[in-house]
């Protein structure tokens, strides 16, 4: 049985704590978008590749990115 990897949400929340908002997803990108999260036991994945696939450019507030978050994921 595989297991699921919970932490995705908390490690990218983690990264994402000193971003002020509103803020661009070009804005985003030269932040955090170099860090580097783990995604699953055994992988990992730069913050700017999740954020290229972010549905909007630009975001309000942080319930609004992390719902853009949650549809690219």
Same mark, same amino acid.
């Given at each position: ?5 919970? *932490? $995705? #949400?908390?490690?990218? $929340? @983690?990264?994402?704590?000193? +971003? %002020?908002y !509103? +803020?661009?997803? %070009?804005?985003?990108?030269?932040? +955090?978008? %170099?860090?580097e999260?783990?995604? /699953? &036991?055994? #992988?990992?994945?730069?913050?700017? %590749?999740? &954020?290229? @696939?972010? !549905?909007? /450019?630009? &975001? #309000? =507030? *942080? ?6 978050? #949650? =549809?690219?994921?």
């Amino acid at each position: 049985m595989k297991k699921y990897y919970v *932490a $995705t #949400s908390h490690n990218i $929340t @983690k990264e994402l704590v000193d +971003v %002020d908002y !509103p +803020v661009t997803k %070009d804005e985003l990108i030269k932040l +955090v978008g %170099d860090k580097e999260i783990q995604v /699953d &036991f055994d #992988s990992k994945m730069l913050l700017k %590749d999740l &954020f290229i @696939k972010l !549905p909007l /450019d630009e &975001f #309000s =507030c *942080a319930a609004e990115l992390y719902n853009n978050i #949650s =549809c690219a994921l």
